[in-house]
């Protein structure tokens, strides 16, 4: 397979992002600003399309809605439509592929062991979850491969190591107003479930909340300075905020948040760092054979 430049389009129908190769879509208004993106030979994208910033208010689109007009041959409209004009042949073949690519996963899904488990993102506390096969709808999103994922999370932001790596949990779904369906690109995980889970985990939080508030301001932490590359000790005094990254679980040592330090952590509570100031932050340096394990004692498991 040679290198191709392709771009992505919004497919109703099927309810998913296509990327269709340029020579397939033909001059309408909006062509001019469609994001071109060059595949090699494997299919992974060799240059990725611009970022935009949220006060950019005429930044260009990079994806746009297919017109089904023009697949009917009924589009008016020609070279002035304000959608994208794919060669029918192409689109049908396209949506004949996810058609059976939906329904070979969808058998895969109902052949799975009840037990099979999932690896899910739950946003409501950031967090990635092992959620058995019985507990889940089936979903495009779950036979997604992290190449293909059309969710897009800001660089800036704390989850975004989390998104596109797994299917998230699909908020709408949660709420009962979801209307994607099996097309979904996240994971429709069982209320009763799910909300049992976001609710031990509020426990956890209120509990650690305690432990900490209860903590004497001189008390001791080892937290990893990212500046040093090493970890140190510092006093809870110097803790700004409270944070879930001072109880993690397990031996590893919490990072001081460098987003933080920049005021761009969207998590707050359930950031797995530490909230502290580095620039004013008192610390002790330990000797070598110390500085393998830190963090507060009570622990999640």
């Given at each position: 397979?040679?290198?191709?430049?392709?771009?992505?389009v919004?497919?109703?129908?099927?309810?998913s992002?296509?990327?269709?190769?340029?020579?397939?879509?033909?001059?309408?208004?909006?062509?001019p600003?469609?994001?071109?993106?060059?595949?090699n030979?494997?299919?992974?994208?060799?240059?990725?399309p611009?970022?935009?910033?949220?006060?950019?208010?005429?930044?260009?689109?990079?994806?746009f809605?297919?017109?089904?007009?023009?697949?009917?041959g009924?589009?008016?409209?020609?070279?002035?439509?304000?959608?994208?004009?794919?060669?029918?042949?192409?689109?049908?073949?396209?949506?004949?592929?996810?058609?059976?690519?939906?329904?070979?996963n969808?058998?895969?899904?109902?052949?799975?062991?009840?037990?099979?488990?999932?690896?899910?993102?739950?946003?409501?506390?950031k967090?990635?979850?092992?959620?058995p096969?019985?507990?889940?709808?089936?979903?495009?999103?779950?036979?997604?491969s992290?190449?293909?994922?059309?969710?897009?999370?800001?660089?800036?932001?704390?989850?975004?190591?989390?998104?596109?790596?797994?299917?998230?949990?699909?908020?709408?779904?949660?709420?009962?107003?979801?209307?994607w369906?099996e097309?979904?690109?996240?994971?429709h995980?069982?209320?009763?479930?799910?909300?049992?889970?976001?609710?031990?985990?509020?426990?956890?939080m209120?509990?650690?909340?305690a432990?900490?508030?209860?903590?004497?301001?001189?008390?001791?932490?080892?937290?990893?300075?990212?500046?040093?590359?090493?970890?140190?000790?510092?006093?809870?005094e110097?803790?700004?905020?409270?944070?879930?990254?001072?109880f993690?679980?397990?031996?590893?040592?919490?990072?001081?948040?460098?987003?933080?330090?920049?005021?761009?952590?969207?998590?707050?509570?359930?950031?797995?760092?530490?909230?502290?100031n580095?620039?004013?932050?008192?610390?002790?340096?330990?000797?070598?054979?110390?500085?393998?394990?830190?963090?507060?004692a009570?622990?999640?498991?």
């Open positions: 397979m040679a290198e191709c430049v392709v771009v992505d919004i497919d109703v129908t099927t309810k992002t296509m990327r269709v190769p340029v020579q397939y879509v033909r001059p309408t208004a909006v062509t600003m469609l994001v071109p993106i060059a595949l030979a494997e299919g992974l994208a060799l240059n990725a611009s970022e935009t910033t949220e006060t950019d208010s005429k930044a260009e689109k990079s994806v809605t297919l017109c089904e007009l023009y697949q009917r009924k589009c008016d409209r020609k070279d002035k439509c304000r959608h994208v004009h794919v060669e029918p042949e192409f689109l049908r073949e396209q949506r004949q592929k996810h058609l059976v690519w939906m329904e070979d969808a058998h895969v899904f109902e052949r799975m062991p009840p037990n099979q488990v999932f690896e899910v993102f739950n946003a409501t506390i967090e990635v979850m092992q959620v096969r019985v507990q889940l709808e089936y979903t495009r999103g779950l036979f997604l992290p190449e293909d994922r059309d969710k897009k999370v800001p660089p800036s932001t704390s989850v975004n190591s989390y998104c596109g790596k797994v299917p998230t949990a699909c908020l709408l779904h949660l709420n009962g107003a979801c209307k369906g097309h979904c690109n996240q994971a995980i069982s209320r009763e479930w799910l909300q049992a889970r976001n609710h031990d985990f509020e426990l956890w209120e509990a650690r909340r432990d900490f508030t209860q903590l004497p301001p001189s008390q001791l932490l080892r937290v990893y300075h990212p500046n040093l590359y090493e970890v140190v000790q510092i006093s809870k110097s803790i700004i905020q409270f944070t879930r990254g001072l993690q679980a397990g031996d590893k040592v919490p990072s001081v948040c460098l987003l933080f330090q920049k005021n761009r952590c969207s998590c707050g509570e359930l950031c797995k760092q530490i909230h502290a580095l620039e004013h932050m008192t610390f002790h340096r330990l000797p070598p054979s110390e500085g393998t394990a830190g963090g507060v009570a622990r999640r498991h």
